[in-house]
């Protein structure tokens, strides 16, 4: 199969749908990949690491549609990217469509077969390919807190791990699902004391089990919370109600509560945010200061570690982008039903129960 990996034209994207190594892998098993010129830069893979891996470099985004078979992204394609999808063509890419209707029609109109990396499932009920961004944010959420903390960031002056004589930082991370948990985690390791709460009874089993103390856990209540935050240096929100925008877990009242300086890192940010007071902000700003508290809301962290963030992606991708290129779509979802839990248009119709429950489209 033809497989194509256009430069991401987002603002602020730097990640690249291919690696050399997948694309390596592609070609060992004959299949032909096309690059645009300079698409892994942002990544930290040049052009020449993609013409050693076997696959081709072409100068436009335009050649690579045209010419591919299959096109492997990492952002919903954008309205020009979109002109240039065809009928018989596949997409594999994040779409996030629900909120979409633009792109939705576009997709539809355009004949193509998309699969959307957030929807594909696994054998556990969990997203494989959203699960590695939530890896890499929350293990960022305690770095970008920690710069956040020193003072002349608006921070308190705190370091994470403290030092002999001086106590820790006190970390305090809602939700304990896959971004909390690295949070914490990374956290724990920086040497701070965290607290992990979560609603979830068998999630906190899990935790207590398997981390043995590196951090405490408790039962996720507006007391908990409230009592734990007036002493933390550092909250960090993660959590996620599956379809529904994040519960408002801080209110505005009380960061009068909390100590002067302290950080609230809003992971939960693209979901609306956990925290009354949060707004999205981007890498180039991504701070602001509510009475005294010192707010990090950037909606897509996993973009401050590009290189880090394409290879975890990649890594995840890899099996399917094969087995679509291997048996073609439509087998290659028959013979899997967590890459056919990806597939959200086809020739004109939404295959997606929930995106056309969303927008209001037959399925
Ligand atoms: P997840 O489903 O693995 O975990 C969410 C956890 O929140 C679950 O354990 C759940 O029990 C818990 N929870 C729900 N309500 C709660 C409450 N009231 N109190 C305490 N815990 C509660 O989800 P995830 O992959 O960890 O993602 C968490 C959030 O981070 C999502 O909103 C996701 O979209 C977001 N995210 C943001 C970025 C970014 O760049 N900003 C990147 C990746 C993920």
């Known amino acids: 199969m033809k497989i194509g990996c256009p430069k991401e034209i987002k603002p602020q994207e730097f990640r690249v749908g291919m690696t050399p190594n997948a694309a390596q892998e592609a070609v060992a098993r004959g299949h032909e990949v096309i690059i645009e010129r300079g698409a892994g830069l942002g990544s930290g893979f040049d052009d020449d690491a993609y013409v050693a891996a076997g696959a081709r470099i072409v100068d436009t985004a335009a050649e690579v549609f045209a010419t591919a078979e299959m096109i492997v992204k990492v952002k919903e394609p954008q309205a020009v990217e979109r002109k240039m999808l065809r009928e018989g063509q596949v997409l594999f890419t994040y779409l996030h469509l629900a909120p979409d209707p633009e792109q939705t029609k576009d997709l539809l109109a355009s004949g193509c077969t998309a699969i959307a990396y957030e929807t594909v499932t696994d054998a556990n009920g969990g997203l494989p390919l959203l699960a590695p961004m939530s890896e890499v944010a929350g293990r960022l959420a305690p770095q970008v807190g920690a710069w956040t903390l020193q003072k002349a960031n608006g921070g308190r002056g705190v370091l994470m791990g403290g030092v002999p004589g001086v106590g820790p930082a006190k970390v305090v991370v809602i939700g304990g699902g896959v971004v909390g948990t690295h949070a914490a985690r990374i956290a724990a390791g920086m040497g701070a004391d965290v607290t992990v709460l979560d609603r979830s009874l068998p999630r906190l089993r899990y935790l207590d089990d398997v981390f043995r103390g590196q951090f405490k856990n408790q039962y996720s209540t507006a007391g908990a919370t409230a009592e734990l935050i007036r002493d933390a240096d550092m909250v960090i929100g993660a959590v996620l109600i599956p379809g529904a925008a994040a519960p408002k877990l801080i209110t505005r009242e009380q960061l009068s509560t909390m100590k002067p300086g302290a950080v609230l890192v809003d992971v939960a940010i693209d979901q609306g945010g956990c925290f ?18 010192m707010h990090y809301c950037v909606a897509n962290m996993p973009g401050a570690v590009a290189r880090t963030s394409t290879i975890a992606l990649g890594n995840a991708t890899m099996p399917f982008m094969l087995a679509l290129a291997d048996k073609g779509w439509r087998q290659a979802c028959q013979d899997d039903p967590h890459l056919l839990a990806g597939l959200n248009v086809h020739a004109g119709q939404l295959t997606y129960y929930a995106v056309g429950k969303a927008l209001g489209i037959d399925v």
């Open 276 to 293: 009354e007071t949060s707004k999205p902000t981007t890498h180039a700003e991504p701070i602001y200061e509510v009475d005294g508290i």
